[in-house]
Protein backbone atom coordinates (compact mmCIF):
# COMPACT_ATOMS: atom_id res chain seq x y z
CA UNK A 1 0.00 0.00 0.00
CA UNK A 2 1.14 3.37 -0.87
CA UNK A 3 2.03 5.51 1.97
CA UNK A 4 0.09 8.87 2.17
CA UNK A 5 1.70 12.45 1.20
CA UNK A 6 1.46 13.95 4.84
CA UNK A 7 4.28 16.65 4.35
CA UNK A 8 4.99 19.19 1.99
CA UNK A 9 8.41 21.52 1.66
CA UNK A 10 7.77 24.86 0.27
CA UNK A 11 10.96 26.70 -0.26
CA UNK A 12 11.34 30.12 0.26
CA UNK A 13 14.89 31.26 0.67
CA UNK A 14 15.63 32.26 -2.94
CA UNK A 15 16.23 36.09 -3.26
CA UNK A 16 13.26 37.11 -5.14
CA UNK A 17 15.19 38.96 -8.27
CA UNK A 18 12.73 38.82 -10.88
CA UNK A 19 10.65 41.28 -8.92
CA UNK A 20 13.03 43.84 -7.61
CA UNK A 21 13.57 45.88 -6.27
CA UNK A 22 9.90 45.55 -4.66
CA UNK A 23 11.71 42.45 -2.86
CA UNK A 24 14.35 44.14 -1.75
CA UNK A 25 12.71 44.19 1.56
CA UNK A 26 9.89 42.30 1.39
CA UNK A 27 10.06 38.22 1.17
CA UNK A 28 9.00 37.54 -2.55
CA UNK A 29 6.16 35.27 -0.83
CA UNK A 30 4.74 37.93 1.33
CA UNK A 31 4.12 40.09 -1.39
CA UNK A 32 -0.03 41.11 -1.82
CA UNK A 33 -2.17 39.06 -4.26
CA UNK A 34 -4.93 41.11 -3.55
CA UNK A 35 -5.60 40.94 0.46
CA UNK A 36 -2.97 38.11 1.24
CA UNK A 37 0.45 37.63 0.70
CA UNK A 38 1.09 35.00 -1.93
CA UNK A 39 2.06 32.07 0.66
CA UNK A 40 -1.17 32.41 2.46
CA UNK A 41 -2.66 30.73 -1.09
CA UNK A 42 0.39 27.81 -0.79
CA UNK A 43 -0.63 26.68 2.39
CA UNK A 44 -4.21 26.91 2.03
CA UNK A 45 -3.76 24.90 -1.05
CA UNK A 46 -1.13 22.48 0.76
CA UNK A 47 -4.41 21.90 3.61
CA UNK A 48 -6.99 21.50 0.90
CA UNK A 49 -4.80 19.05 -0.48
CA UNK A 50 -4.52 17.10 2.86
CA UNK A 51 -1.01 18.35 3.78
CA UNK A 52 -0.79 18.31 7.53
CA UNK A 53 2.66 19.36 7.78
CA UNK A 54 4.70 22.01 6.36
CA UNK A 55 8.55 22.57 5.95
CA UNK A 56 9.48 26.16 4.94
CA UNK A 57 13.02 26.12 3.83
CA UNK A 58 14.01 29.72 4.60
CA UNK A 59 16.93 31.61 4.09
CA UNK A 60 18.68 35.07 5.31
CA UNK A 61 16.26 38.12 5.78
CA UNK A 62 13.33 35.61 5.74
CA UNK A 63 12.03 35.83 9.70
CA UNK A 64 8.40 37.69 8.34
CA UNK A 65 7.41 34.51 6.81
CA UNK A 66 8.00 33.18 10.27
CA UNK A 67 6.02 36.05 11.45
CA UNK A 68 3.19 35.76 9.62
CA UNK A 69 2.41 32.35 10.86
CA UNK A 70 2.90 33.33 14.19
CA UNK A 71 0.85 35.28 16.66
CA UNK A 72 0.47 39.18 16.81
CA UNK A 73 -0.15 39.32 20.01
CA UNK A 74 -0.72 43.39 20.21
CA UNK A 75 -2.68 43.21 17.10
CA UNK A 76 -5.10 40.82 18.14
CA UNK A 77 -5.55 42.05 21.36
CA UNK A 78 -6.26 45.31 19.42
CA UNK A 79 -8.33 44.00 17.15
CA UNK A 80 -10.33 42.13 19.81
CA UNK A 81 -10.66 45.30 22.20
CA UNK A 82 -11.84 47.21 19.03
CA UNK A 83 -14.52 44.36 18.40
CA UNK A 84 -13.06 43.83 15.36
CA UNK A 85 -14.12 40.12 15.04
CA UNK A 86 -14.32 39.14 11.41
CA UNK A 87 -10.52 40.73 10.92
CA UNK A 88 -9.38 38.97 13.86
CA UNK A 89 -11.07 35.80 12.90
CA UNK A 90 -8.95 36.18 9.48
CA UNK A 91 -5.79 36.79 11.18
CA UNK A 92 -6.44 33.79 13.30
CA UNK A 93 -6.53 31.27 10.20
CA UNK A 94 -3.49 31.86 9.38
CA UNK A 95 -1.89 30.51 12.12
CA UNK A 96 -1.20 26.68 12.11
CA UNK A 97 -1.96 24.55 15.08
CA UNK A 98 1.33 23.51 17.00
CA UNK A 99 3.75 21.37 15.27
CA UNK A 100 1.96 21.90 12.44
CA UNK A 101 4.76 23.95 10.22
CA UNK A 102 8.34 23.61 10.80
CA UNK A 103 10.98 25.84 9.26
CA UNK A 104 14.66 25.00 8.48
CA UNK A 105 17.41 26.94 6.73
CA UNK A 106 19.34 26.91 3.29
CA UNK A 107 22.29 28.37 4.57
CA UNK A 108 23.38 29.41 1.16
CA UNK A 109 21.42 30.07 -1.98
CA UNK A 110 22.74 27.00 -3.88
CA UNK A 111 19.25 26.27 -5.46
CA UNK A 112 16.10 23.90 -5.52
CA UNK A 113 17.60 20.77 -5.21
CA UNK A 114 19.37 21.64 -2.13
CA UNK A 115 16.84 23.53 -0.55
CA UNK A 116 14.81 20.21 -0.70
CA UNK A 117 17.70 18.37 0.73
CA UNK A 118 17.69 20.75 3.62
CA UNK A 119 14.43 19.36 4.71
CA UNK A 120 15.55 15.79 4.55
CA UNK A 121 15.87 15.38 8.60
CA UNK A 122 11.94 16.75 9.14
CA UNK A 123 10.80 14.63 6.34
CA UNK A 124 12.59 11.35 6.79
CA UNK A 125 11.66 8.41 5.25
CA UNK A 126 8.24 9.57 4.13
CA UNK A 127 6.63 10.68 0.61
CA UNK A 128 6.04 14.37 0.58
CA UNK A 129 5.05 17.29 -1.83
CA UNK A 130 7.16 20.08 -2.84
CA UNK A 131 5.30 23.54 -3.75
CA UNK A 132 6.71 26.17 -5.09
CA UNK A 133 5.46 29.28 -4.69
CA UNK A 134 6.14 31.07 -7.61
CA UNK A 135 2.91 31.08 -9.26
CA UNK A 136 -0.84 30.93 -8.50
CA UNK A 137 -2.46 28.81 -10.37
CA UNK A 138 -6.82 29.02 -9.82
CA UNK A 139 -7.78 25.65 -10.67
CA UNK A 140 -10.40 23.49 -8.91
CA UNK A 141 -8.91 20.86 -7.91
CA UNK A 142 -6.02 22.48 -7.02
CA UNK A 143 -2.92 20.93 -8.34
CA UNK A 144 -1.67 19.54 -5.56
CA UNK A 145 -4.85 18.19 -4.36
CA UNK A 146 -4.67 16.37 -8.15
CA UNK A 147 -0.93 15.64 -7.65
CA UNK A 148 -1.93 14.08 -3.98
CA UNK A 149 -4.84 11.68 -5.65
CA UNK A 150 -2.45 10.17 -8.38
CA UNK A 151 0.18 9.66 -5.80
CA UNK A 152 -2.47 7.96 -3.97
CA UNK A 153 -4.04 5.98 -6.65
CA UNK A 154 -0.39 5.25 -8.72
CA UNK A 155 2.47 5.64 -6.13
CA UNK A 156 5.75 6.65 -7.36
CA UNK A 157 7.18 10.21 -7.95
CA UNK A 158 5.02 13.05 -9.96
CA UNK A 159 5.62 15.91 -11.38
CA UNK A 160 3.36 18.54 -12.23
CA UNK A 161 3.94 19.73 -16.04
CA UNK A 162 2.03 22.29 -18.17
CA UNK A 163 3.19 22.50 -21.78
CA UNK A 164 5.12 25.62 -23.52
CA UNK A 165 5.78 26.31 -26.99
CA UNK A 166 9.73 25.12 -27.97
CA UNK A 167 11.06 28.72 -28.06
CA UNK A 168 10.29 29.08 -24.49
CA UNK A 169 11.94 25.66 -23.29
CA UNK A 170 15.49 27.24 -22.34
CA UNK A 171 13.32 29.02 -19.65
CA UNK A 172 11.96 26.10 -17.67
CA UNK A 173 12.55 22.58 -17.02
CA UNK A 174 11.53 19.99 -19.50
CA UNK A 175 10.51 16.14 -19.62
CA UNK A 176 10.68 13.69 -22.16
CA UNK A 177 7.20 12.13 -22.80
CA UNK A 178 7.28 8.54 -22.68
CA UNK A 179 3.44 7.40 -22.30
CA UNK A 180 0.06 8.46 -20.98
CA UNK A 181 -2.68 7.30 -18.35
CA UNK A 182 -5.66 9.72 -18.49
CA UNK A 183 -4.09 13.17 -17.39
CA UNK A 184 -0.63 11.06 -16.17
CA UNK A 185 2.40 11.08 -18.62
CA UNK A 186 5.06 8.41 -18.01
CA UNK A 187 8.74 10.38 -18.18
CA UNK A 188 11.94 8.99 -19.51
CA UNK A 189 13.72 12.07 -18.57
CA UNK A 190 14.09 15.39 -17.37
CA UNK A 191 16.13 18.63 -17.66
CA UNK A 192 16.28 21.19 -14.95
Not at 154 to 174: C, H, I, Q
Request: charged share 25%; aromatic share 4%.
Amino acid sequence: MTKKIRKAVIPVAGLGTRVLPATKSIPKELLPVVDRPLIDYVVAEARDAGIEHMVMVTGRGKGAIEDYFDHAFELEATLKAKSKTAILDQVEKTIPRAGDMSYTRQQAPLGLGHAVWCARDIIGDEPFAVILPDEIVPHTPGFLRQLVDAHDEVGGNLVAVEEVPNSETSKYGVIAPKGRKGSLIEMSGMVE
